[in-house]
Structures are given as structure tokens and as C-alpha cells.
């Protein structure tokens, strides 16, 4: 089949700015009112703070590795310095600061997501429409959204882990340096998203899975290929063909490079800042004191009345309230909330973090 050159720029610049009104949807979706409201939100409480005492060099404990508190902590030092977003200020995190300088980044991080999945998509089926949906349906999914207007650190987990992802496909269709220089980049994603917590390890256990999965398909077919040689009218699938096939092309030297020795090294790296701040416990304790730490945290409905047990979670029944209040036009008005409106008696202000069930049960 022959492209013509106009028709292929003519569809390369309509895949061009769909991409492009997807990023300014998200940037909207995120940016929009993103000061509310003037506290601090779900676990801003620790994330905001701890990003904070960076700056601050107030000594302290996280339960979790410390980049996504490195990332907010240049947010927090770059908003601070920036005209705008000053409609409201709060002490919370140790120091006076807009919501607006804690949640900024968060928001344009979650805001490139989008783009990234469609990228990850077209690497995979090379086609452009199937791309452009996959970002919108990333840029419109609810959790992904509430968690990227708030200084929170499963945005950062989940664009470094992608990035991760995408990087190790690209891996595959290059050589030479170009080849090692994605996998680097891979290796670097994937102890990244680790380094925001620990569940970013799921991004590269994912690949070990899909790699183990590519060889067995190999295997099989190269098995099938001498046991029936060739059909008229029929050829079999070449081994390698397919972008995750493909993966089967990566030697041990650069698995062991990109999928073990690189996010080991970056892991490890991460925690530097950190412990020059907190020199005790050191590295090898702190693991530690983490896995302790949430192997004694309790739950079940005595610890907390709202939760839901694991085996609901597919069916979202149950969505995570972030924020909740209720506001009365005969109280006080409350700093933490933005004016009533008209003629209102009294107004619930609250936000929950739920997926799109559309998207979660039907991907």
C-alpha cells in the first residue's frame, strides 16, 4: 500500500494537534481552580510537609523512599518565587506558602501522562487513532486526575514507570548506541518510579513478566515452525515481529543493564539527599525501618470506618474521599474554603478519587 507524501503530513499534523488538544485538556482539567482548597489535602500532610522540611532541612521520618518529596520540594521553591497563584496562604507545611506552590508541579506532571500512554500506545499498534484515544482516555480518567491537583507521589510513580515502559520498546527498534542510550533511560525509569515508593517496583516486575511472556511465544512458534514448515496461503507470525516479540532481541548484558544493575544504581542514588539530612538510620536501616513500618500498620473498618475490604476494590464501590466539609452561610466563613455561593444556605464541599468504570473495567 502506497502513502501519499501530502496525505501522510496531512495526517501527521491532524494526529499532531489532536495530541496537542489532549495535553491542553489535561493541562485545563489539572490547572483549573487548583489553589482549592487552602490546606492540606489526603496526604499533603506528609508529602507537602516532608518536601518542606527538605527545603527547611528539618530533620524527619517517611514511610516511603524520598524523590516524589525532592520533585514537590522544587515545586515548593519555584512557586514560592513565581507572581501568581498567592489568592490564599497557609502555614501547614512548616512554612507560609500558597496551595497554589505545592500543587503546581503535581499538576503539570499529571498533565503529561496522557501524552506519554498515546505514546506508549502507538508503540505498540503504530496506529495513530489508536493513540490519541488511549491519551484521552488517560487525560479523562478521575484518579488520575484528582491525584495530579494535589502534592501527592503516585503521579510521579506512574510517568516514571510508563517511561520506563516506553523506553525498553524503543530499546528494540534501535542499535549501536542509540540502543544502550534507551536503555539507560529505561533503567533510570524504572528505579525512579521505585524511588517514589515502592509499589513503582510493579512497573518493572510488569516487564519481567512480559519478557518472560515473549519468550515463551518464541519458543512456541520457533517449535511450531518445524513442526509445520509452511502453509500455502498461511504464513505464521516471524518471531520478533511485534514490538513486545521484539524484546526477545535484547541480549543478557543489556537485560541485566536496564532491568536490574541502572534502577539498583538510581534507587540507591536517591537517597542520598536524604540521608545527608538524615544520616541515621542509614540506608540499609531505613529499608528496614519502611518494611516495618507498614507491616504494623493496622486496618479493617476498627482502624478506619470508611475503608473497603481489597475484594470490593474491582467493582469500586467505594471511592477515596480526599476532601470533606460542609460549609453554612450562618457560620463564620472558613478560610479553608472559597466563598458560597449566592443565595446557598449551606454547601458540601468534598472530593473523591475514583477511576473511570468505563476505562478500568472494560481496559
Given amino acids: 500500500m502506497k502513502f501519499n507524501k501530502k496525505q501522510f ?5 491532524v494526529f499532531s494537534l489532536g495530541m496537542l ?9 489539572r490547572f ?21 522540611d527538605y527545603l527547611t532541612k528539618t530533620p ?6 524520598p524523590l516524589s518529596q525532592y520533585i514537590i520540594a522544587i515545586g ?15 502555614s501547614m507545611t512548616g512554612s507560609l506558602l500558597s496551595p497554589w506552590d505545592y500543587r503546581w508541579l503535581n499538576a503539570l506532571t499529571g498533565s503529561f501522562i496522557p501524552l506519554v500512554v498515546g505514546a506508549l500506545a502507538y508503540q505498540l499498534v503504530r496506529r495513530p487513532s489508536y493513540a490519541f484515544i488511549a491519551a484521552l482516555f488517560a487525560a479523562c480518567d478521575g484518579l488520575f486526575l484528582v491525584e495530579s491537583r494535589y502534592a501527592l507521589n503516585n503521579i510521579y510513580l506512574v510517568l516514571l514507570g510508563i517511561l520506563g515502559q516506553l523506553f525498553i520498546l524503543k530499546s528494540v527498534e534501535a542499535e549501536g548506541k542509540k540502543r544502550w542510550l534507551w536503555l539507560i533511560l529505561a533503567g533510570v525509569g524504572f528505579g525512579a518510579s521505585a524511588a517514589i515508593k515502592w509499589n513503582g517496583l510493579w512497573f518493572l516486575f510488569g516487564t519481567y513478566l512480559i519478557l518472560i511472556c515473549a519468550w515463551a511465544v518464541r519458543l512456541i ?18 518471531p520478533g515481529e511485534s514490538p513486545v516479540q521484539k524484546l526477545t532481541e535484547l541480549n543478557f548484558l543489556e537485560v541485566g543493564l536496564s532491568l536490574a544493575i541502572i534502577p539498583i544504581l538510581v534507587y ?18 531505613m529499608q528496614t525501618e ?56 449551606q454547601v458540601i464541599f468534598d472530593v473523591h478519587a475514583m477511576g473511570n468504570p468505563a476505562l478500568w473495567w472494560l481496559s
Fill in 9 to 13: 503530513n496531512k495526517s501527521t499534523w
Fill in 21 to 29: 488538544g489532549v495535553f491542553l485538556l489535561s493541562l485545563t482539567l
Fill in 32 to 52: 483549573w481552580e487548583l489553589e482549592r482548597f487552602n490546606t492540606l489535602v489526603f496526604d499533603e500532610v506528609y508529602y507537602a510537609k516532608f518536601a518542606n
Fill in 60 to 65: 524527619f521520618f517517611n514511610a516511603h523512599p
Fill in 76 to 90: 515548593i521553591w519555584i512557586g514560592s518565587h513565581l507572581p501568581f497563584g498567592k489568592t490564599a496562604v497557609n
Fill in 221 to 238: 512458534q520457533g517449535n511450531k515452525g518445524e513442526e509445520e514448515p509452511s502453509r500455502e496461503g498461511n504464513s505464521t507470525l516471524i
Fill in 268 to 285: 540507591s542514588i536517591s537517597w542520598i539527599p536524604h540521608l545527608l539530612l538524615n544520616p541515621t538510620p542509614n540506608f540499609w536501616q
Fill in 290 to 345: 519502611i518494611l516495618t513500618y507498614h507491616q504494623r500498620i493496622k486496618s479493617g473498618p476498627d482502624v478506619h470506618p470508611y475503608c473497603s475490604a481489597w475484594y470490593s476494590w474491582p467493582l469500586m464501590l467505594r471511592p477515596i474521599i480526599y476532601f470533606y466539609k460542609t460549609a453554612s452561610s450562618n457560620a463564620q466563613p472558613d478560610p479553608v474554603l472559597p466563598p458560597l455561593p449566592e443565595g446557598a444556605t
